[in-house]
């Protein structure tokens, strides 16, 4: 029973924290009883603070946990995120191979400081991505000498083979999967141009391997969406008793319709987090082409940085949108907040998405989302006409379809605009993200204390 189940978790935790009292330095760490404040050490491999989901989950929920009368310090590779005051950040530097301004480059041999390095560089010498097998060693090797800081650990997306060394020394790991890098890799090889990116890309994406070997072993893994879910028990093969669904959130006190702020008829709004197929920029600017013929000043702000020699700036070049198209990086929440509300619409043209923190931050300050159906968004932005404005993945023209009905019905929109933010309210807050995570960190203890009790 219920009742019997709570009894056997509170003797095994007592009698490992009387063990882990008693023991030497060996020992393994002490675990929390169940309403004492838990310490999470708290992984993410890169952190990009204002595009891409990891840096805004990352700042948000470990606010909101903080918040609870927790405490989480976070281990980072570059690119930092921006976190709360009291948050501390603990800096774990790669090479920064795959910086924005000087990506894919080769690390010179007088940067290689430690066996870590050398790790990462190898695996790029290989044509793989790097950075989350390096960074969970690096991750592990700083936690070696901490493990009595902290009662448990979660991992943002790394999967890493650290994190089974972790396990291994006595921290439990709670995994965190957005949505498996696998749909990425499946999307990039549908939409390489020769046989050559295909390889290239089967290469690059090799890491895949390690991390459906690492989710598949972790005692408790948690995402983001139903959609996801069903994605990471096939393409991960995580075992669907270990995996559980805690949608993301957004601050609806910062993500709000500001009063005397006037939409401009010709500006719309999108987030380019990554150059990647699966993020549908492509068809995103073939929509803007053909719309810009029946309106010459449409403009669209790319909420992100143009990466020199990338497909987005050859597609720009190609459609001769160099005056249409305007990049801005480096802003905070409340300029992003701006931008929403002086926006006729917020576009999401992704292939996939496994939740999608842009769409739902968008509709939270009332501006009208247009969006595809891939993934996770229709599960996420509500229905067709209702909510948002529904299109089809990879079809510019569906995309200007949708784009055009925001555009030519300006009622409709706000009244639509209006639907997504009380949908968005109503359902998802990084309180109520960092509440039901709580409830996991407890209950992968509780795990973790039956599996040692049952081991002694």
Not at 237 to 249: A, D, N, T
Not at 382 to 405: K, N, V
Not at 414 to 426: C, E, N, W
Request: charged share 25%.
């Amino acid at each position: 029973s219920a009742f019997d189940h709570q009894v056997a978790a509170q003797r095994s935790l007592y009698l490992m924290n009387k063990g882990a009292a008693s023991s030497g330095p060996g020992s393994l760490p002490r675990l929390p009883g169940p309403d004492d404040p838990l310490r999470i050490a708290y992984l993410t491999y890169r952190g990009k603070p204002h595009v891409g989901g990891q840096g805004v989950y990352t700042r948000h929920l470990t606010k909101a946990l903080v918040d609870l009368g927790h405490s989480a310090e976070v281990l980072s590779g570059q690119p930092y995120p921006i976190l709360d005051e009291r948050v501390p950040l603990v800096s774990l530097p790669s090479l920064d191979i795959y910086n924005d301004y000087f990506p894919m480059r080769m690390p010179a041999w007088w940067e290689l400081k430690d066996k870590w390095d050398y790790a990462e560089v190898t695996a790029f010498s290989s044509g793989t991505f790097p950075e989350p097998l390096a960074f969970s060693l690096r991750a592990w090797d700083h936690l070696k000498a901490r493990r009595n800081d902290f009662d448990l650990v979660q991992d943002n997306q790394c999967l890493g083979y650290g994190l089974l060394l972790m396990e291994r020394m006595g921290l439990p790991v709670l995994g965190t999967i957005h949505h498996p890098i696998t749909m990425d890799r499946r999307l990039e090889m549908q939409h390489a141009e020769s046989a050559y990116e295909r390889w290239s890309k089967s290469r690059w994406y090799a890491f895949t391997k390690m991390q459906t070997r690492v989710a598949k072993r972790l005692r408790r893994v948690i995402t983001v969406s139903r959609s996801s879910y069903d994605d990471i028990c096939r393409d991960h093969m995580v075992s669907p008793e270990r995996l559980f669904v805690v949608p993301v959130g957004v601050d609806p006190e910062l993500f709000i319709p500001l009063p005397g702020i006037e939409r401009k008829t010709n500006q719309i709004i999108s987030t380019a987090s990554s150059d990647v197929a699966m993020k549908g920029q492509r068809y995103l600017l073939e929509a803007l082409a053909k719309l810009r013929a029946e309106r010459p000043n449409l403009k669209l702000i790319m909420v992100g940085r143009l990466k020199e020699g990338s497909a987005a700036q050859r597609t720009i070049e190609q459609l001769g949108l160099e005056d249409a198209v305007e990049f801005v990086s480096g802003i905070t929440d409340e300029q992003l907040v701006e931008l929403y509300n002086e926006s006729a619409c917020a576009v999401v043209p992704s292939l996939y998405e496994g939740f999608s923190l842009p769409a739902i931050e968008a509709m939270s300050t009332g501006c009208p989302l247009v969006a595809t159906t891939g993934g996770a968004i229709p599960e996420v932005a509500g229905p067709d006409g209702e909510t948002c404005f529904m299109t089809i993945p990879a079809d510019s023209e569906s995309l200007a379809a949708g784009i055009r009905r925001a555009l030519d019905n300006p009622e409709a929109a706000k009244q639509i605009g209006a639907a997504g933010r009380d949908r968005v309210i109503s359902r998802w807050s990084w309180r109520h993200t960092a509440v039901r995570t709580v409830d996991h960190y407890r209950a992968l203890l509780e795990d973790t204390a039956r599996d040692r009790y049952d081991r002694r």
